[in-house]
């Protein structure tokens, strides 16, 4: 990854900013470069050794992003104007060189201090400043504290027995090395199946002797339609940008489409798998987001569409037991209340006699050895190198396991032990002047970064101005607006059919963690709406002083 550059001062021993942010990618970035325009002095302290987030992190085998450009990129025009790509959903190296182009052109870097982990932060309200620690012993105080920790900064490990002993090469997929694992002729294991576990193994099979993926639960996949661009037909496009970006907060997800407003029996069986069919061709997340208005509400109509998915997929694998582990007749979850990927021939490869698929719900893992993975059923098998897809302490994790503390010095992961409680979804009761984005209870997971990112970030920057317009020095949630946050979390999503599925939408991929929505299921608009009203009613549900 590119080295460290930011400037001394940055790295003091003793920092002082009016505005420390957390982490340095699509959510940092944004805010420093809005803040930086209203006069704010900002820091950023950023774990990694360059710029970029989760694709600073993400090198491993495949890693792309499954939402196609220019919709995940940001809205700014000094940005954008002059950046093309060479590929609709680009990967890991390109969206590296992307950070390299924003940073060209919003001069970033030189505010960050990398290689500096948070391990402390609370606010003094004598001097009414946050004072937050470094792993390595340095000190910030700042007026306000940002996180933009992203929802996927700590990892999950199954607690497997035995996870130290493999004598071959074994990763989890965000602390893949930057030099890469050479898997040529190897036997490689993917543990996992969600968007990581499908693009390892799909691109390690390239090269690979074999593949051996390890489901838990079948990734309901939808073709991904990669396409290469052309810098000329994106440079003919970019007078549509200012439109492009204003109609992706006008949807649901921060997407260039939505759900269509109609429900699923509306139309003839022909019409709706016309329609299906119609989805499916466009590729991407159409199936999904694009598809009838109905499709996550109601259980009938979720499976006609998981149906014609199980459809398609069946009919894409010719291996039998394969064929029902992979793609099930009946369904597994209700489609779309997990995370599907974009696959690129994932069930052509995994149909081939040389890879194979176990189904870990019925013979989970039992055992590491030196040489493999021993299941329930008591067969081993041998793999040279073994990719742990395992996911996240998805949301929450990071947030929790930072030091932060409230005001009397509880801690956050104390608050958040038997659930989540924020007000609006970027700040907490107890935790004063700080704000948070792209995290628990905002459109977050529902929703496309980049569109989540400028929608929270205006929404701080705006609430900064507003407090800095007023001479407001302490602006604080209180516990009953916290209160109803939830409800109206926990309300929106129980009209869904989302809480009826175990997945890290609902924190249930990590033992012992409560279950609960932890996402706005709202959607954007409606979000922002909600918002805007806490702030232009002088600040509703805030104590300020
Ligand atoms: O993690 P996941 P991820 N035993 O939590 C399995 C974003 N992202 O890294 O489903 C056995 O989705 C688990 O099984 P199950 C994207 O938002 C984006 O893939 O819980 N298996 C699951 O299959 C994504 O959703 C991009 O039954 C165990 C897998 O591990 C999010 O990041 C690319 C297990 C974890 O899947 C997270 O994706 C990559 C156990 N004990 C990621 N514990 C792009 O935009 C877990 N599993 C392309």
């Not at 987030?53 to 495949?62: E, K, S």
């Not at 993926?213 to 496009?237: C, I, S, W, Y």
């Not at 001479?471 to 109803?484: H, L, S």
């Amino acid at each position: 990854s590119p080295q460290a550059t930011g400037s001394n001062d940055t790295y003091s021993k003793n920092l002082k900013t009016d505005v420390l942010i957390v982490g340095a990618g699509f959510g940092g970035i944004y805010l420093m470069h809005k803040l930086r325009q209203l006069g704010f002095q900002c820091k950023i302290y950023e774990a990694g050794k360059g710029l970029g987030g989760i694709w600073h992190w993400n090198c491993y085998p495949g890693a792309r992003v499954d939402t196609q450009v220019p919709i995940y990129e940001y809205s700014l025009p000094e940005v954008w104007k002059d950046w093309t790509w060479s590929e609709r959903y680009p990967g890991f190296a390109e969206l590296r060189k992307y950070f390299e182009h924003v940073d060209q052109k919003l001069g970033i870097r030189k505010d960050v201090a990398f290689d500096t982990r948070v391990v402390g932060a609370q606010f003094d309200k004598p001097s009414a400043k946050w004072i937050v620690e470094t792993e390595d012993g340095r000190t910030a105080k700042a007026r306000y504290l940002l996180l933009a920790t992203g929802f996927a900064a700590k990892r999950h490990f199954p607690g497997w027995p035995g996870l130290d002993r493999f004598k071959g090469e074994i990763h989890h997929s965000s602390f893949w090395p930057d030099a890469g694992v050479d898997v040529k002729d190897k036997r490689v294991a993917v543990i996992g199946t969600g968007s990581t576990g499908v693009q390892i193994a799909q691109e390690t099979a390239k090269t690979a002797g074999s593949v051996t993926v390890f489901q838990r639960t079948p990734n309901l996949a939808l073709p991904m339609q990669q396409k290469p661009l052309t810098r000329e037909e994106q440079m003919d496009r970019k007078a549509q940008y200012p439109e492009i970006y204003k109609n992706r907060m006008t949807t649901f997800a921060g997407f260039q489409y939505d759900f269509i407003d109609k429900n699923t029996y509306d139309d003839t069986p022909e019409a709706r798998e016309a329609f299906y069919e119609k989805c499916f061709e466009n590729g991407g997340f159409e199936f999904w987001l694009a598809n009838y208005k109905d499709l996550l509400f109601d259980a009938e109509a979720n499976r006609a569409a998981y149906d014609f998915w199980a459809k398609k997929t069946r009919a894409r694998i010719s291996d039998p037991r394969k064929r029902d582990i992979l793609a099930p007749v009946e369904p597994p979850h209700a489609f779309g209340t997990k995370r599907p990927s974009l696959e690129q021939n994932y069930y052509e490869m995994l149909d081939r006699a040389e890879n194979d698929v176990v189904d870990i719900k019925k013979t989970p893992i039992v055992e590491v050895t030196e040489t493999g993975l021993k299941t329930a059923d008591g067969k081993h098998r041998e793999f040279d190198v073994v990719a742990l897809a395992t996911g996240f302490d998805s949301v929450t994790g990071g947030m929790k396991n930072m030091g932060l503390k409230d005001v009397d010095g509880v801690p956050l992961s104390e608050k958040w032990k038997t659930g989540t409680w924020s007000y609006l979804g970027m700040t907490c009761a107890g935790f004063p002047n700080m704000f948070f984005l792209y995290g628990a209870q905002g459109p977050t997971a529902f929703s496309n970064g980049p569109s989540c990112v400028e929608c929270q970030g205006d929404w701080i920057v705006d609430a900064m101005k507003k407090l800095r317009d007023e001479d407001i020095q302490y602006c604080d949630a209180t516990r009953e607006a916290e209160e109803g946050w939830r409800r109206r979390v926990t309300e929106l999503s129980d009209k869904t059919l989302f809480p009826g599925t175990s997945s890290w939408y609902m924190g249930a991929n990590v033992p012992g963690k409560p279950r609960e929505q932890l996402n706005y299921a709202g959607g954007i608009p409606l979000y922002e709406q909600e918002c805007r009203e806490a702030l232009d009613n002088g600040f509703r549900g805030f104590v300020t002083a």
